[in-house]
T-cell receptor, first 110, second 113 residues
Framework: AQRVTQPEKLLSVFKGAPVELKCNYS??????LFWYVQYSRQRLQLLLR??SRESIKGFTADLNKGETSFHLKKPFAQEEDSAMYYC????????????FGQGTTLQVKP | DAGVIQSPRHEVTEMGQEVTLRCKPI?????LFWYRQTMMRGLELLIY????????DSGMPEDRFSAKMPNASFSTLKIQPSEPRDSAVYFC???????????FGEGSWLTVV
């Protein structure tokens, strides 16, 4: 079964502190992993995906198949990073379906 | 393209009433998804379509929920009769066959009182 787990519902840090949003997944094949961000009362939008190996808004995420993790990291948090972050998985069968974790609210305090 | 368009943006209805949520996917996209977002359960996939055909409806909570996609540019999610526990944000999303990412609408905020 496909499953995405985000163990923290809320992560609160001060501006300038490092951030790590945890994501673990369960999937027997080779998944695609994504991070989506939702700013207050707005639509979800793609932040990054593991295939691209890119850095967006200072965020990076590395797929660790051994630990089945895809943690999202940023070295120095900014207040504008405050949002809900969702980790998502798509199976290798490429049915298009994305399975989301429960989300983590990131609160960056001044 | 204007993106995925959902209506209504906000709806408040009384328990027992029928609710219909509408979605227009991005032109040319083959996949359409309906998700429900709540504080307790996060983002749940309710149902998705490929080329207007329902592929997986295992996430639909119960028979009160139904979804249709009569053509490539329109889908509805219907709740009949509605209950207070259906209060949530319902997102529609679409994706092309390339599978690069899915694009979300702005959501329909449903409150059942």
């Amino acid at each position: 079964a496909q499953r995405v787990t985000q163990p923290e519902k809320l992560l609160s840090v001060f501006k300038g502190a490092p951030v790590e949003l945890k994501c673990n997944y369960s999937y027997s094949g080779s998944p695609e992993l994504f991070w989506y961000v939702q700013y207050s009362r707005q639509r979800l939008q793609l932040l990054l995906r593991h295939i691209s190996r890119e850095s967006i808004k200072g965020f990076t995420a590395d797929l660790n198949k051994g630990e089945t993790s895809f943690h999202l990291k940023k070295p120095f948090a900014q207040e504008e990073d405050s949002a809900m972050y969702y980790c998502a998985l798509r199976g290798s069968s490429n049915t298009g379906k994305l399975i989301f974790g429960q989300g983590t609210t990131l609160q960056v305090k001044p | 393209d204007a993106g995925v368009i959902q209506s209504p943006r906000h709806e408040v209805t009384e328990m027992g009433q029928e609710v219909t949520l509408r979605c227009k996917p991005i032109s040319g996209h083959d996949y359409l998804f309906w998700y429900r977002q709540t504080m307790m359960r996060g983002l749940e996939l309710l149902i998705y379509f490929n080329n207007n055909v329902p592929i997986d409806d295992s996430g639909m909570p119960e028979d009160r929920f139904s979804a249709k996609m009569p053509n490539a540019s329109f889908s509805t999610l219907k709740i009949q009769p509605s209950e207070p526990r259906d209060s949530a944000v319902y997102f529609c999303a679409s994706d092309s066959n390339s599978g690069n990412t899915i694009y979300f609408g702005e959501g329909s905020w449903l409150t059942v009182v």
